[in-house]
């Protein structure tokens, strides 16, 4: 099992200072990865669902809701520059809401520049005033426009002449350096838990990047098995052997010392936590990423360390 941990968006976490001792901790620590999540801003007044909560409201839910949305690129470059190892992960970015090219060429640039560190996590996005705001394309063809997207950065980052032509997106005769360093590119991991998503990471994904262990998604091990059984049969009528496809899991690491009602998946002593993982890795997941983040860095960094010592160091 490779561990990853979510990187603060807000408040005091988020802080240049702060937000760089987070991610050399997590880099000494042995994280595999860190994940940003992507808005580049927010409305007052949101009407579309929320996915991850029971309720469907951002704002209730405490995610953000003051609109501090640090830029996910320029954030993991930032940090990129303080760390040697872990993996810089986009989770997940919104591949409609930027222009494709110049995404691409940002995405090989922190590739290039971090060293091959880069992991590209690609969601469709699911706040249509955002959409609208940006003026992106239409909301309602989002799906449609992230495969065109991420074909078309596949497209710029493994040919000497790139060249594509779709509904969204065009371009010919072009020189397009740096390349990413990856090779062939970066991996690709998909969010989402629907079964367009799941059909994406099994035609295009490198991974399968669903959110779990919560009430709105508890995507217990047997909804999991379900529908891990699900991508294969994608994978397979795509051509690509399922083997290949490495499954990532967003989970929330509750507080072990919450005895509060009845225990949640992550939750309780750490032997119970390190149960729940060999539970998942059974299942099939290769990755979890878990959310240390609290209202005060250092109480975050603590949580950490805790984890990396308790059930890192003998899972």
Same mark, same amino acid.
């Given at each position: 099992?490779?561990?990853?941990?979510?990187?603060?968006?807000? +408040?005091?976490?988020?802080? =240049?200072?702060?937000?760089?001792?987070?991610?050399?901790?997590?880099?000494?620590?042995?994280?595999? @990865? *860190?994940?940003?999540?992507?808005?580049?801003?927010?409305?007052?007044?949101?009407?579309?669902?929320?996915?991850?909560?029971?309720?469907?409201?951002?704002?209730?839910?405490?995610?953000?809701?003051?609109?501090?949305?640090?830029?996910?690129?320029?954030?993991?470059?930032?940090?990129?520059?303080?760390?040697?190892?872990?993996?810089?992960?986009?989770?997940?970015?919104?591949?409609?809401?930027?222009?494709?090219?110049?995404t691409a060429k940002m995405l090989s640039t922190l590739?290039?520049?971090?060293?091959?560190?880069?992991?590209?996590?690609?969601?469709?996005?699911?706040?249509?005033?955002?959409?609208?705001?940006?003026?992106? =394309?239409?909301?309602?063809?989002?799906?449609?426009?992230?495969?065109?997207?991420?074909?078309?950065?596949?497209?710029?980052?493994?040919?000497?002449? !790139?060249?594509?032509?779709?509904?969204?997106?065009?371009?010919?005769?072009?020189?397009?350096?740096?390349? !990413?360093?990856?090779?062939?590119?970066?991996?690709?991991?998909?969010?989402?838990?629907?079964?367009?998503?799941?059909?994406?990471?099994?035609?295009?994904?490198? @991974?399968?990047? !669903?959110?779990?262990?919560?009430?709105?998604?508890?995507?217990? !091990?047997?909804?999991?098995?379900?529908?891990?059984?699900?991508?294969?049969?994608?994978?397979?009528?795509?051509?690509?052997?399922?083997?290949?496809?490495?499954?990532?899991?967003?989970?929330?690491?509750?507080?072990?010392?919450?005895?509060?009602?009845?225990?949640?998946?992550?939750?309780?002593?750490?032997?119970?936590?390190?149960?729940?993982?060999?539970?998942?890795?059974?299942? +099939?997941?290769?990755?979890?990423?878990?959310?240390?983040?609290?209202?005060? =860095?250092?109480?975050?960094?603590?949580? *950490?360390?805790?984890?990396?010592?308790?059930? *890192?160091?003998?899972?």
């Amino acid at each position: 099992m490779k561990y990853g941990f979510y990187l603060p968006n807000s +408040g005091a976490g988020a802080e =240049p200072d702060a937000l760089a001792d987070i991610a050399k901790l997590g880099d000494r620590l042995g994280f595999y @990865c *860190m994940v940003m999540p992507d808005h580049i801003l927010q409305p007052n007044q949101i009407n579309s669902t929320y996915p991850y909560s029971l309720t469907g409201d951002i704002l209730a839910a405490g995610q953000s809701g003051d609109g501090e949305w640090p830029e996910q690129i320029t954030t993991l470059a930032y940090l990129a520059g303080v760390t040697e190892r872990i993996k810089l992960v986009t989770s997940v970015m919104i591949i409609p809401y930027r222009n494709p090219i110049l995404t691409a060429k940002m995405l090989s640039t922190l590739d290039m520049l971090s060293k091959g560190r880069l992991i590209l996590g690609a969601g469709v996005g699911w706040m249509e005033e955002e959409f609208e705001l940006l003026d992106a =394309p239409p909301f309602a063809e989002r799906g449609a426009v992230t495969n065109e997207y991420l074909q078309a950065f596949i497209e710029l980052w493994t040919k000497d002449d !790139p060249k594509f032509e779709g509904k969204y997106v065009n371009f010919s005769d072009i020189t397009f350096l740096p390349k !990413p360093v990856q090779k062939p590119y970066p991996p690709i991991w998909i969010g989402g838990q629907s079964k367009p998503a799941i059909r994406r990471a099994a035609q295009i994904g490198d @991974c399968w990047h !669903p959110v779990g262990a919560i009430p709105a998604a508890p995507l217990e !091990p047997e909804e999991l098995a379900e529908n891990l059984v699900l991508l294969y049969q994608y994978a397979e009528k795509a051509g690509r052997d399922p083997a290949t496809i490495q499954v990532s899991v967003k989970a929330p690491l509750y507080d072990a010392d919450d005895s509060s009602g009845p225990r949640r998946r992550f939750s309780g002593s750490s032997d119970e936590v390190r149960q729940d993982i060999q539970t998942y890795s059974d299942v +099939g997941v290769t990755h979890l990423i878990f959310d240390f983040r609290t209202g005060d =860095p250092k109480q975050t960094e603590d949580r *950490m360390a805790r984890f990396s010592e308790e059930v *890192m160091a003998v899972t």
